[in-house]
């Protein structure tokens, strides 16, 4: 059964910060692995996909890597903000139709 | 709009009573999905639509859980019966295909709230 973990599972950084979110899964069958973030009340937003086949995508401040055959993938935002904080979810889909989320990662940027 | 929209935004039900929650995709997306979201966690799957079809649900906690999408657009949830246990965010998503390389797009979700 394919799990995801998250961690830390909440952040707190000054602004300007580097930082890295990690998420981990169990099956490294997957199809591709998807970053949102989630802010309150609100629905994901879609940041970073990465197909299986790839090692990483960038957007921005933001670089999402994978590594299938260790269940990891990370991702890193650059110079943060205080319009960055949110949670940040990953999720990766497997066989199927069935998306897998993480419980998501808190990050609080101070100004 | 072109996103993603639900509705209603809030609802409060007494528990047995039943729901319906609305789901209108992005125009011309084939694939549809719902979730839900408790508090502090992340979005669990709970059915997939390619147009009409329910190709996939799994995840459906249980038979008092009922999703159609009888054009291939709009999606209703319905949960009959409703109990205390199934308070919760209800998000829906869509994609441009059936393939797996389409990044899914959310709608705000339904916050409901059984009492």
């Known amino acids: 059964k394919q799990e995801v973990t998250q961690i830390p599972a909440a952040l707190s950084v000054p602004e300007g910060e580097n930082l890295v979110l990690n998420c981990s899964f169990t099956d490294s069958a997957i199809y591709n692995l998807q970053w949102f973030r989630q802010d309150p009340g609100k629905g994901l937003t879609s940041l970073l996909l990465?197909?299986?086949?790839?090692r990483e995508q960038t957007s921005g401040r933001l670089n999402a890597s994978l590594d299938k055959s260790s269940g990891r993938s990370t991702l890193y935002i650059a110079a943060s903000q205080p319009g960055d904080s949110a949670t940040y979810l990953c999720?990766?889909?497997?066989?199927?139709?069935?998306?897998?989320f993480g419980a998501g990662t808190r990050l609080f940027v101070k100004a | 709009g072109a996103g993603v929209s639900q509705s209603p935004r809030y609802k409060v039900a007494k528990r047995g009573q039943d729901v319906a929650l609305r789901c209108d995709p992005i125009s011309g997306h084939v694939s549809l999905f719902w979730y839900q979201q408790a508090l502090g966690q992340g979005p669990e799957f709970l059915t997939y639509f390619q147009n009409e079809a329910q190709l996939d649900k799994s995840g459906l906690p249980s038979d008092r859980f009922f999703a159609e999408r009888p054009e291939g657009s709009v999606s209703t949830l319905k949960i009959q019966r409703t109990q205390q246990e199934d308070s919760a965010v209800y998000l829906c998503?869509?994609?441009?295909?059936?393939?797996?390389?389409?990044?899914?797009?959310f709608g705000d979700g339904t916050r409901l709230s059984i009492l």
């Open positions: 999720a990766v889909r497997a066989g199927g139709f069935k998306t897998i």
């Open positions: 990465i197909q299986s086949s790839q």
């Open positions: 998503a869509s994609s441009l295909e059936s393939q797996v390389a389409q990044p899914q797009h």
